[in-house]
């Protein structure tokens, strides 16, 4: 198991030297995408190839409203694919 090259904060509830690149892809590359700095990005890049990372995208259950905007446009995806956004939009919100 190679060390990755990512920092342990980013994964401060898991077991940082269990984390194996194929194993945890989504737990990587969710926490990366919304929490990461742009080496850590890069990282993803040159790791995943760009489908999967879609793939993960597409089916994530917890990004926030920035992340989304940034993979939809990075990686070229309609927001209304993505699972976590249309629960978003079909989440009433109060409003005074």
């Known amino acids: 198991m190679r060390k990755l ?3 342990k904060e980013l994964f401060w509830d898991v077991n940082f030297q269990k984390l194996d690149v194929n194993t945890h892809k989504r737990l990587i590359i969710e926490r990366v995408l919304s929490l990461g700095n742009l080496q850590e990005f890069f990282f993803l890049l040159s790791t995943y190839d760009r489908n999967t990372i879609r793939q993960v995208v597409k089916q994530a ?4 409203a920035k ?3 940034f993979a ?3 990686f070229g995806i309609n927001k ?4 976590c956004y249309t629960q978003m939009q079909s989440t009433p ?3 005074s």
């Open 5 to 7: 090259p990512l920092r």
């Open 93 to 95: 919100t109060h409003r």
């Open 80 to 83: 209304s694919q993505i699972k």
């Open 72 to 74: 939809a446009s990075y």
């Open 61 to 64: 259950g917890n990004l926030d």
């Open 67 to 69: 992340t989304i905007s």
